[in-house]
């Protein structure tokens, strides 16, 4: 199965942008590349998905590489609620496999 | 529009029984899917069903099986449990995004424990 590489770990200033980084570079070219979040004691939430174009929405943005090998999850002003572990996920056609995912601290 | 539910939340068993875990999807998702979540292994997908059929599969022996309702309902059981099936298993329903793409629904899992 196809997997993502990802940071065990990021911290952030609370306000400040947030950059999280996922490598998938077994990707092919029609598996989504979705993001996923999981609070403490929670399912994981959906996050924000993409295939090629950059996307944004009322939670973070996307912005994929042109090669599609890796992706990046863009928070633009942490909150302390945004602390969770966050998923960098291939989508293989509604099969999801989760990495370990990066685990976000933010601090006050 | 309720969310994915799961019953039970909390579960103790022994080894060498079998468990049922049941999961009620958002209304109007017909695909569910199942994951197992412990602390060495992370999430593992486990099995998706849509309309009744089993439609992906992941790397789990055969003690571990599903199904699906006809009003999308779905049970997972696991047979002759081992100490190693303790973990969360987490349900997910999922509808088709528009542009492509799937949003899944996660409920809040359930907590199994063998001892």
């Known amino acids: 199965d196809a997997k993502t590489t990802q940071p065990n770990s990021m911290e952030s200033n609370e306000e400040e942008p947030v950059h999280l980084p996922c490598n998938h570079s077994?990707?092919?070219?029609?598996?989504?590349i979705h993001w996923y979040r999981q609070l403490p004691s929670q399912g994981p939430e959906y996050v924000i998905h993409g295939l090629t174009s950059n996307v944004n929405n009322r939670m973070a943005s996307l912005a994929i590489a042109e090669d599609r090998k890796s992706s990046t999850l863009i928070l633009h002003r942490a909150t302390l609620r945004d602390a969770a572990v966050y998923y960098c996920i291939h989508n293989q056609g509604g099969k999801l496999i989760f990495g370990q995912g990066t685990e976000l601290s933010v601090k006050p | 529009k309720a969310g994915v539910t799961q019953t039970p939340r909390y579960l103790i068993k022994t080894r060498g029984q079998q468990v049922t875990l049941s999961c009620s999807p958002i209304?109007?998702?017909?695909?569910v899917s199942w994951y197992q979540q412990t602390p060495g292994q992370g999430l593992q997908f486990l099995f998706e069903?849509?309309?009744?059929?089993?439609?992906n599969k992941g790397n789990f022996p055969g003690r571990f099986s599903g199904r699906q309702f006809s009003n999308s309902r779905s049970e997972m059981n696991v047979s002759t449990l081992e100490l190693g099936d303790s973990a969360l298993y987490l349900c997910?329903?999922?509808?088709?995004?528009?542009?492509?793409?799937?949003?899944?629904?996660f409920g809040p899992g359930t907590r199994l424990t063998v001892t």
């Open positions: 209304s109007g998702h017909r695909s």
């Open positions: 077994t990707i092919s070219g029609t598996d989504y």
């Open positions: 069903y849509f309309s009744e059929t089993q439609r």
């Open positions: 997910a329903s999922s509808h088709t995004l528009a542009g492509g793409g799937y949003e899944q629904y």
